[in-house]
């Protein structure tokens, strides 16, 4: 078996900091292939019409059937793209933990929809949103190989998981991990950062030789290091939160410290919502 690992650059949710390096305003989205002899296994998509189409193409360059999407979680960049893909590969199953499906149905109704993503990519987003079916197993099966999903709890988002593939000591990470991009932390509270940055240490005990994060620098490796800077930059984020008072502190102590990650969007809406700012 081996993997491949696919990006698209798209702009920040968050557009409104205060001020932070512009060129850095932007943020990748991955895809992950696991390829074996003759099938192969897609984890999670993308959320425009156009960054779907791309991801297909790549897809059908393998040559592979495609049996299985997996979700990662519920957040609609990462599964918006089912409907096209169950299009171009006639009897792929998307799928996901019912924690997953169930979170995606809420994303793709009408209201996230138009009072978010619609919003953010006017007419880009796919007419058809097809949320994953709910796999009733804890692992998928490529060609005799087991693709495990791992449950890891509150990462950015309720009820989220990883892929862990002991053929490859690889661990697809979904929103998870981040890699060289500042962590999207709106959904958080001080305490699911500490459930989160506790899965990282957990994660990090099955020392996997790669590491793919839902959200890359693409000049970066997919290094396992990655487990051990997202845990240490949530609990850093936690102490300098309980050491300002407002958020354009809490800002601007994170972003010393972080001056180059992608994406300082995220950061200024974590820091919001950390201070409670509406
Ligand atoms: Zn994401």
Same mark, same amino acid.
């Given at each position: 078996?081996?993997y /491949?690992v696919?990006h698209?650059?798209?702009?920040?949710?968050?557009?409104? @900091?205060?001020?932070?390096? =512009?060129?850095?305003?932007?943020?990748?989205?991955? /895809?992950t292939?696991?390829?074996a002899?003759?099938d192969?296994?897609?984890?999670?998509?993308?959320?425009?019409?156009?960054?779907? =189409?791309?991801? +297909?193409?790549?897809?059908?360059?393998?040559?592979?059937?495609?049996?299985?999407v997996? *979700?990662?979680?519920?957040h609609?960049?990462?599964?918006?793209?089912l409907?096209? +893909?169950?299009e171009?590969?006639?009897?792929v199953?998307?799928?996901?933990?019912?924690?997953t $499906?169930?979170? $995606?149905?809420?994303?793709?109704?009408?209201?996230?929809?138009?009072?978010?993503?619609?919003?953010?990519?006017?007419?880009?987003?796919? /007419?058809?949103l097809?949320?994953? =079916?709910?796999?009733?197993?804890?692992?998928?099966?490529?060609?005799?190989q087991?693709?495990? +999903?791992?449950?890891?709890?509150?990462?950015?988002?309720?009820?989220?998981?990883? *892929?862990?593939?002991?053929?490859l000591?690889? +661990?697809?990470?979904?929103? *998870?991990?981040?890699?060289?991009?500042?962590p999207? =932390?709106?959904?958080s509270?001080?305490?699911t950062?500490?459930?989160?940055a506790?899965?990282?240490?957990? @994660?990090?005990?099955?020392?996997?030789? $790669?590491?793919?994060a839902?959200?890359?620098?693409?000049?970066?490796?997919?290094?396992?290091?990655?487990?051990?800077?997202?845990?240490?930059?949530?609990?850093?984020? /936690?102490?300098?939160? $309980?050491?300002?008072?407002?958020?354009?502190?809490?800002?601007?102590?994170?972003?010393e410290r972080?001056?180059?990650?992608?994406?300082?969007g995220?950061?200024?809406?974590?820091?919001?919502?950390?201070?409670?700012?509406?």
């Amino acid at each position: 078996m081996e993997y /491949a690992v696919h990006h698209v650059r798209r702009p920040s949710m968050t557009r409104d @900091l205060p001020y932070g390096p =512009q060129d850095l305003l932007w943020v990748a989205n991955t /895809a992950t292939l696991l390829v074996a002899e003759s099938d192969a296994v897609l984890v999670d998509t993308y959320v425009t019409v156009e960054q779907n =189409q791309q991801l +297909i193409d790549w897809v059908r360059s393998f040559g592979r059937r495609l049996t299985h999407v997996y *979700v990662t979680h519920g957040h609609g960049d990462h599964f918006f793209g089912l409907g096209q +893909i169950a299009e171009a590969f006639p009897g792929v199953r998307a799928v996901a933990t019912e924690a997953t $499906a169930a979170a $995606a149905e809420v994303q793709a109704g009408p209201d996230m929809v138009s009072s978010f993503w619609e919003r953010l990519f006017p007419g880009q987003i796919p /007419a058809q949103l097809t949320p994953p =079916q709910p796999l009733a197993d804890d692992h998928l099966d490529l060609e005799g190989q087991r693709l495990e +999903i791992v449950e890891t709890g509150f990462s950015d988002t309720a009820g989220s998981t990883v *892929v862990w593939v002991p053929d490859l000591r690889l +661990i697809v990470g979904g929103d *998870v991990v981040y890699n060289d991009t500042h962590p999207y =932390q709106s959904e958080s509270t001080a305490a699911t950062r500490q459930e989160w940055a506790a899965t990282l240490d957990r @994660l990090r005990e099955r020392d996997p030789a $790669a590491v793919v994060a839902g959200h890359k620098n693409p000049a970066q490796p997919d290094d396992p290091r990655i487990l051990a800077d997202t845990a240490a930059y949530l609990r850093e984020f /936690a102490e300098l939160d $309980a050491r300002t008072a407002t958020a354009e502190e809490l800002y601007a102590a994170m972003l010393e410290r972080h001056p180059r990650r992608l994406n300082p969007g995220s950061l200024w809406g974590a820091a919001k919502q950390a201070k409670q700012v509406p």
